[in-house]
């Protein structure tokens, strides 16, 4: 008997957390900004160009240090006070991207094997899984803070696939990181590239052979 799994060509989809799932990010930081009287964009500047910034954050996807130690220290590189809860302040803005959640269980129920792939920027106190509403959407999860390791090293890849026992050839692997998709292709997974919601979900729903559903589609 040929049921609907057995007819899929891929069995197994793995999508990235921030940029994949959810929408409004660069708003709701630059929001935050303004709020803290800081230039908008000092937030992205501040995590990826200031060496400080950068190491700390690399730390805390690692799970090095949690988001608690995180906070505290990342707030006077901001020139601010008041450290409590800074990466949810900064987050709270930040929605799901319905178009691609409706997307992922259109895929569960098809028979697919989902599996979250994250590099965590923590989730004590602010849990950025829970408030977006996507962490029961997965069979599988794997967080770069509980891995100890992070995209793109090629481990943490091929424990998301020994854990969702899905072979490399029949996942897909959705990022909006571009740095984190050779890694995925190395061990045979097909990639795609995130960039606009709409487009993605396109690409995505035409690849897995599941229909998109263009009522939720973000506004490019």
């Known amino acids: 008997m040929i049921t609907s799994q057995t007819r899929l060509r891929y069995r197994g989809l793995i999508l990235d957390f921030a940029g994949v799932l959810t929408i409004g990010i660069r708003e709701s930081q630059d929001a935050w900004c303004?709020?803290?009287?800081?230039?908008?964009?000092?937030?992205?500047?501040?995590?990826?160009?200031?060496?400080e910034g950068r190491r700390l954050y690399l730390a805390l996807e690692?799970?090095?240090i949690g988001q608690h130690e995180w906070n505290g220290r990342m707030a006077p590189l901001f020139g601010l006070d008041d450290s409590f809860n800074l990466m949810g302040?900064?987050?709270?803005?930040?929605?799901?991207?319905?178009?691609?959640?409706?997307?992922?269980?259109?895929?569960?129920?098809?028979?697919?094997?989902?599996?979250?792939?994250?590099?965590?920027?923590?989730?004590?106190?602010?849990?950025?899984?829970?408030h977006c509403g996507i962490w029961d959407l997965f069979d599988v999860h794997v967080v770069s803070e509980r891995e100890g390791v992070a995209k793109p090293d090629p481990a943490i890849y091929q424990r998301a696939l020994d854990r969702m026992q899905v072979p490399a050839e029949e996942c897909v692997f959705v990022d909006d990181n571009q740095l984190n998709l050779p890694p995925a292709v190395a061990v045979g997974m097909m990639t795609i590239h995130a960039t606009d919601q709409a487009d993605t979900v396109r690409r995505l729903a035409a690849a897995i052979g599941v229909p998109g559903n263009p009522a939720t589609m973000e506004p490019s």
Request: glycine letters at 12%; a negative charge.
């Open 89 to 130: 302040r900064a987050w709270a803005a930040v929605g799901p991207a319905a178009s691609m959640v409706d997307l992922a269980r259109a895929a569960r129920a098809k028979g697919m094997v989902l599996g979250l792939l994250s590099n965590s920027f923590g989730t004590d106190p602010f849990d950025p899984y829970a």
């Open 62 to 64: 690692a799970g090095e």
């Open 34 to 51: 303004t709020e803290e009287g800081l230039t908008p964009g000092a937030w992205g500047s501040t995590l990826q160009n200031h060496p």
